[in-house]
């Protein structure tokens, strides 16, 4: 299910400050559209319509405690717990392919959406810094091409494999 802003805003809230207590990844996906739902202003039902075949297909690709919602029309925000950059962008190559790469059938017709991604890492900051930087990473996307990702690297991000490393006793003790 979609969220409306202000749930996705609470959520992000929530994940970052896990992120930071947790020490772990923390990955967004800003999504814009084509501009189909703007021109379909008076098609209410239209939209909608295209929005629920939309969370369908996400439906098959997020896990149950990853954050959807919508930020504006055209666009939805994915909060994405436990996740690096690089997973983030690999998840957005298959979201450009398996939920933007078919048409939608809708009131008898078929529409084609062409979406950019723009990917970035938490790496423990402010969410609305890190929604600031999903904003500009999703406009230099749509100026790079249609169905482009761009991803802004966090000069923190944690690196995944330093999860791997055994944290000595003495360490675990202090937290």
Known sequence: ?????DDLVSALFCETDRAQRLRMPLALIHIGFSDWIGRQS????????????????????LRCYDSIGRVADGELLLIL???????????????????????????????????????????????????REARKALQRAHATASASIHCLEAENEMDPASFLMPVPQDELLRR
Request: aromatic residues 6%; glycine residues 10%.
């Open 1 to 5: 299910m979609l969220l409306s802003r």
């Open 42 to 61: 008076a098609r209410g039902d239209a939209r909608e319509a295209v929005m629920r075949l939309i969370d369908e297909r996400f439906k098959r690709l």
């Open 81 to 131: 717990p436990g996740c690096s950059l690089l997973n983030a962008k690999t998840l957005a190559e298959r979201i450009r392919d398996r939920v933007f790469g078919s048409p939608f059938e809708v009131l008898g017709q078929e529409m084609h959406l062409n979406a950019c991604f723009g990917v970035v890492s938490s790496g423990g900051r402010s969410p609305f810094v890190v929604l």
